[in-house]
């Protein structure tokens, strides 16, 4: 059974940063590309940043050069450090793991950012 666990949100101040991290089960880790996606109320979801097994990564433009992901493969986690954080970074993210044949989600966790 396939399992992506995600943890590391919560509530911060504008400014500041957290840490997530997804661990994944029940997949070949390296066989997948992973990925971070947010979903603010009444938007849709968007792809916030991506990290393939060899580890090319990519980054949507509202978060470059302020959000970083990289892979522990030794561990089946993908993390997203989030510096800088803005109010509009608000949403409920979600850990994804894509082997193009196959595509899972974890259950999300929610960033707020709010002084």
């Known amino acids: 059974q396939v399992q992506l666990v995600e943890s590391g949100g919560g509530l911060v101040q504008p400014g500041g940063s957290l840490r997530l991290s997804c661990a994944a089960s029940?997949?070949?880790?390296?066989?997948?590309?992973m990925g971070w996606y947010r979903q603010a109320p009444g938007k849709q979801r968007e792809l916030v940043a991506t990290?393939?097994?060899?580890?090319?990564?990519n980054y949507a433009d509202s978060v470059k050069g302020r959000f970083t992901i990289s892979n522990d493969n030794a561990r089946n986690t993908v993390r997203l450090q989030m510096n800088s954080l803005k109010p509009e970074d608000t949403a409920v993210y979600y850990c994804?793991?894509?082997?193009?044949?196959?595509?899972?989600w974890g259950q999300g966790t929610q960033v707020t950012v709010s002084s």
């Open positions: 994804n793991a894509d082997s193009r044949s196959y595509i899972y």
């Open positions: 990290i393939t097994s060899g580890g090319s990564t």
């Open positions: 029940g997949i070949i880790f390296r066989f997948y590309a």
